[in-house]
């Protein structure tokens, strides 16, 4: 039996985001799920539109306390949770006051039950009036975001103690702009997602470094969803040069562009991609997959782990799960690949704490609600929660501070 122990202090928690749990919330994203094009592809499709729409999600705008305590449960010691700017500015220039008195009450809530508090200011979804502007196109985009940002640091920010400023850019700016799965869907639109993609990292920038202007000792960062990339030949150039193309775009172009201006790294860990020479360039071999048939790939966060190391910042395992209805591979998945993140450390990484996506089913984005990616199961109908046998293994590595394997 070999102890896996975890570092002292290392954080331990789950990760939501606020369009995905809250419901009731209106901006681009509910505005999208109901239009007329959309509701025209789910039907050519034979898809029901309820299954697609987030509408009261888990009500966790009432439930949050509830949550937390579920979040106690588990023995973790921190979550992360975000804010929806929709429901600072409904309208560009009103400030709603409901909205800052309601997250404060939910930070609260978190800091009473001794929870560390990991709030991420964006989570891909704008207010309308923004995206009607041109959302992140429009060369007013950062400054709007900044008086967003610049309220929150005032109202809240004394109860923030990690600050996420963007989740996953890249992800917003690959589907809404390239594959157009994602609002506000444009196809091959490159010339836009730069535009896209150059306005987020400065938006990254000029946050950071007004939140530092007011709390000196902040800890600031922007998740970036990271892949394993590797050839399927070792020994194939080509393969090679289309995973080195790869990984430089998807890996490491948002974090070169930000790494002066941030204080960790917040990781979200999720794909391998085998590398192919032949289209459509990827084949994994996908031995255990998840409900949506991605591969289980659990040594993959140790790869990228040892390439985060050269940019020398403490690393927070920031989303890390899969959607598994049945719990079937959970408890596997989290300790394999909390072993490679052992493993990770043990080699020099500075790895400071595990965040698993997620303590709740909530809405999967454009693929509605049928992922299940919740350590807690939730009734859509009665919005009761109830925890999946891999809850106790999680709650049981938390209160250990790791396992023997
Ligand atoms: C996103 C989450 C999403 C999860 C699973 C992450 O990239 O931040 O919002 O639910 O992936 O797809």
Excluded at 245 to 267: P, R, S, V
Excluded at 288 to 315: A, C, N, Q, R, S
Aim: aromatic share 16%; proline share 3%.
């Amino acid at each position: 039996m070999q102890k896996i122990e975890f570092p002292e202090n290392f954080l331990w928690g789950t990760s939501t985001s606020a369009y995905q749990i809250e419901g009731g919330a209106k901006n681009d994203w509910s505005k999208w799920e109901v239009s007329s094009k959309r509701k025209e592809n789910l039907k050519k499709d034979n898809k029901k539109l309820e299954d697609y729409v987030c509408g009261d999600a888990c009500r966790s705008y009432f439930k949050y306390e509830e949550d937390f305590d579920l979040a106690k449960s588990l023995n973790t010691n921190s979550v992360r949770i975000g804010i929806e700017w929709a429901r600072i500015f409904s309208k560009k220039d009103l400030i709603d006051v409901k909205g800052i008195r309601h997250y404060k009450k939910v930070l609260d809530a978190a800091h009473a039950r001794g929870l560390k508090t990991v709030l991420t200011l964006w989570h891909w979804t704008n207010p309308i009036w923004f995206s009607e502007e041109g959302g992140w196109a429009n060369k007013k985009s950062v400054d709007y975001f900044l008086h967003y940002v610049d309220l929150i640091i005032q109202e809240l920010g004394g109860s923030i103690d990690y600050w996420v400023i963007l989740n996953e850019p890249l992800i917003h700016v690959f589907n809404g702009y390239i594959s157009g799965k994602f609002p506000p869907n444009k196809k091959l639109h490159f010339l836009k997602a730069l535009k896209v993609f150059n306005n987020l990292v400065k938006a990254h920038k000029k946050s950071y470094e007004i939140i530092h202007k007011h709390f000196p000792q902040a800890q600031v960062s922007s998740t970036a969803i990271l892949n394993y990339f590797e050839p399927a030949h070792k020994k194939c150039l080509f393969e090679k040069t289309l995973v080195k193309i790869a990984h430089y775009f998807w890996n490491e172009k948002f974090l070169n562009a930000t790494k002066n201006h941030m204080d960790y790294i917040g990781l979200d860990y999720y794909f391998h991609d085998r590398i192919v020479f032949y289209p459509p360039f990827r084949k994994n071999k996908n031995e255990i997959t998840t409900d949506l048939g991605w591969e289980i790939y659990p040594e993959g966060i140790y790869h990228v782990l040892k390439f985060l190391k050269k940019y020398k910042k403490p690393i927070i395992i920031l989303e890390n799960g899969l959607a598994d209805k049945e719990d079937k591979f959970r408890a596997q998945f989290i300790k394999d690949h909390l072993f490679f993140i052992y493993k990770a450390i043990k080699e020099g990484v500075d790895i400071r704490g595990y965040f698993h996506w997620s303590l709740l089913d909530n809405f999967e984005w454009a693929l509605g609600w049928a992922p299940k990616f919740g350590l807690f199961e939730v009734n859509l109908k009665s919005f009761e929660r109830k925890a999946r046998p891999s809850a106790s293994f999680y709650a049981e590595i938390c209160k250990n501070n790791g396992f023997e394997k």
